[in-house]
């Protein structure tokens, strides 16, 4: 049971593979790079164990102590999984002593694959999940401490490895804005810019964070009359909504969050899974990813 | 570093804490399958693109307009990262590209 769920998981995770020796060596050589010892990185990416926080927590270790801030932080920058778990509900039911685990190691790539994959009927799901859960930390985790050991090794210069994280952050707007059609989205993405800007502008590099978020928020408030397509009907498909979904399931990926959160609704009632809105979305969200 | 050790350890905590309270919270507040409020679904739909958008934001934060080298290195491989992205939308090549040209620019060009 356990040996077919590995051969069904293994594969799924292979990109996402490439991607976290790539991106954990690039965190573990700036750790190194910025002088921490190799439990840093590698600590932080075995309890921690979310990529962009980790590249922020160096920022916050290289400033003065604000534990509160820190904390504060973790919680913005993190807030998307909120949004994670509120489409893992019904797929985590039943998952006993995995569940823990499952919800610990979700970051975005695992959530993707766990949320969007079809797993076949002979495969069990609770290893499958816990596998690719895994699995995708241990790639982490090793880029993580390759990165710092190799790191010392190098025969030239570190100087603006940092800049990793500006490209990571920049391409994955890039990706979410050129993967969708949603005019919705753009705005969104404009909006988280010109908001951070505008409040870095304003209150200074020490002191922008959580105007930027307040601000962010009553924006989005303010103009949910005009970017809110949830349909007002409990269930019920919107039409601007319905046709986004059907016309571009692949590249949009705000209908397809939609689409999955109503599956996983779906889902409670029939326990049967829903997977005609999910699976699209996974070869999105793993490039992305 | 400018932290003792054990504020580190404390930084590293909370920030490992708040992450898990965030991949946690769902499950604890709808432990059977409660539909959220429709207000939590609207910003659960725009917010991810709005977040990524701060922390572009935030990862610049330190770069100075007017001093320095005002931001032309970060500039040209910003850019150089969306052309990439644009022409091959690969995001490996796009990273490690964008990268790679910055510490060239700061290392040689930008002395």
């Known amino acids: 049971m356990r040996l077919r769920a590995f051969r069904a998981a293994f594969p799924l995770t292979a990109p996402i593979a490439a991607g976290f020796l790539f991106l954990g060596c690039s965190y573990g050589l700036l750790m190194h790079a910025k002088g921490f010892a190799f439990w840093y990185p590698v600590g932080m990416a075995f309890f921690i164990f979310a990529g962009s926080m980790e590249f922020v927590t160096v920022n916050l270790l290289l400033s003065a102590f604000n534990p509160v801030a820190a904390f504060l932080l973790a919680l913005m920058v993190n807030a998307r999984h909120l949004f994670y778990g509120l489409s893992m509900l019904g797929k985590l039911r039943n998952m006993g002593w995995k569940k823990p685990y499952l919800i610990f190691a979700m970051c975005d790539e695992t959530f993707a694959i766990n949320s969007g994959t079809r797993i076949p009927d002979d495969v069990d799901r609770g290893w499958f999940m816990l596998f690719v859960s895994m699995l995708n930390r241990w790639y982490w985790i090793a880029g993580t401490a390759l990165g710092w050991l190799v790191g010392g090794l190098l025969p030239f210069s570190t100087r603006g490895i940092e800049f990793v994280l500006t490209a990571l952050f920049l391409v994955i707007f890039l990706d979410q804005w050129m993967g969708t059609a949603s005019g919705r989205a753009h705005v969104s993405g404009v909006i988280g810019v010109g908001a951070t800007a505008a409040c870095l502008a304003l209150f200074g590099s020490s002191d922008f964070m959580i105007p930027s978020m307040a601000l962010m928020l009553a924006v989005f408030l303010l103009l949910r009359r005009h970017l809110d397509e949830t349909p007002s009907a409990p269930g019920g498909a919107g039409d601007d909504r319905g046709t986004t979904t059907a016309a571009d399931a692949a590249s949009d990926r705000a209908a397809a969050d939609h689409g999955r959160m109503e599956s996983d609704h779906a889902e409670v009632d029939h326990v049967e899974s829903n997977h005609k809105a999910a699976v699209p979305r996974r070869d999105d969200e793993r490039t992305a990813a | ?111």
Request: glycine fraction near 6%; proline fraction near 5%.
């Open chain 2, 1 to 111: 570093m400018t932290m003792t050790t054990w504020q580190a350890v404390a930084t590293i905590a909370v920030v490992a804490l708040g992450t898990m309270l965030t991949r946690f919270l769902p499950f604890l507040v709808f432990p059977e399958s409660k539909r959220p409020p429709r207000v939590v679904e609207y910003l659960g739909s725009v917010l991810p693109y709005a977040m990524t958008g701060l922390l572009v934001v935030y990862s610049l934060k330190d770069v100075s307009l007017t001093s320095g080298s005002h931001g032309i290195p970060e500039a040209i491989a910003m850019l150089a990262i969306v052309l990439l992205h644009w022409w091959k939308r690969s995001m490996l090549l796009s990273i490690a590209g964008g990268t790679v040209l910055y510490m060239v620019l700061v290392q040689v060009v930008f002395v």
